[in-house]
């Protein structure tokens, strides 16, 4: 039975998280942490609520964390020190902060994963820009996110673009670099374009331009339930892992 710890748990993904768990059979929730946690009543009598991280004394096989940008660099280095596997879902870790875990999962001999995504669709997405790129290297990522999603650019767009940068032959490409914030961020040459609104979920597409035609990949998440397909398959693989690794299609 594997025991997990889920980090914002009270809230939109964490809420779906928590119920995740208790229909596995090989899974227990045997805690919770977020500000409001030791507050609310939907949590069962057997699970230990903390609301503040050194606050949490508990013995768990993985931690599950859907918090914050400005919380997941210390959750995921608690989680590691403390010997619980971490499945890292929440955005704004720097690529030095990345390093930086892992770095501290090597040394402590304990495996995890970073998900920029956990949407099988946007998996996708990524894996197919990343061949996209070999045959039109001029790409531009506009990302969609629901209101309330605090970082911009989104983790998922972040990490294909550097996919795109990485496949790409530069030599061919006729970008160049734009001081125009409208151009969006710039990723490894790539530009990124962030959209914020109600009624969205997260949705992804990738344009990629050539002379006389054009490529348009897209993903679009209706529902945060079906990234639960993705959370369950993290947790089933992530105790095996030898160290910290990025991307779900690392174990899928």
Same mark, same amino acid.
């Given at each position: 039975? !594997? ?7 009270? #809230? ?9 768990? =208790? ?11 977020? $500000?409001?946690?030791? !507050?609310?009543?939907?949590? #069962? ?28 660099? =210390? ?10 596997? *971490? ?12 390093? !930086? ?6 040394? =402590? ?10 949407? +099988?669709?946007?998996? +996708? ?5 990343? /061949?996209?790129?070999?045959?039109? *290297? ?10 309330? !999603? ?12 550097? +996919?795109?940068? /990485?496949?790409?032959?530069? /030599? ?16 490894? #040459?790539? $530009? ?5 609104? *109600?009624?969205?979920?997260?949705? /992804?597409?990738? +344009?990629?331009?050539?002379?006389? =035609? ?15 397909? #993705? ?10 892992? $030898? ?10």
């Amino acid at each position: 039975m !594997k025991r997990i710890l889920v980090a914002g748990a009270t #809230g939109s993904m964490g809420k779906q998280t928590v119920q995740l768990v =208790e229909k596995l059979p090989d899974c227990q929730l045997v805690a919770v942490l977020a $500000p409001t946690a030791s !507050k609310s009543a939907e949590f #069962g009598a057997s699970v230990k609520c903390f609301d503040n991280l050194t606050a949490v004394d508990i013995d768990a096989d993985i931690w599950i964390d859907f918090t914050t940008p400005q919380a997941v660099y =210390e959750n995921t280095k608690f989680a590691l020190k403390h010997h619980m596997h *971490p499945i890292v879902g929440t955005s704004g870790l720097t690529p030095d902060q990345t390093k !930086k875990l892992q770095a501290i999962a090597q040394k =402590e001999k304990i495996g995890g994963i970073i998900v920029p995504n956990f949407g +099988l669709s946007a998996v +996708l997405l990524m894996k197919f820009a990343q /061949e996209a790129a070999r045959y039109f *290297p001029d790409a531009e990522v506009i990302e969609m996110h629901h209101a309330d !999603k605090r970082d911009a650019p989104s983790a998922t767009a972040i990490a294909t673009a550097k +996919l795109i940068a /990485e496949n790409r032959n530069p /030599e061919n490409c006729s970008q160049t670099t734009n001081d125009s914030a409208a151009r969006g961020a710039d990723y490894d #040459g790539v $530009p990124v374009h962030s959209v914020r609104l *109600p009624g969205y979920v997260a949705h /992804e597409q990738v +344009l990629f331009g050539g002379p006389g =035609e054009a490529l348009t990949i897209r993903q679009d998440s209706f529902s945060r339930s079906s990234f639960m397909q #993705g959370v369950k398959v993290a947790l089933s693989r992530v105790m095996d892992l $030898p160290n910290l690794v990025v991307g779900l299609d690392q174990i899928l």
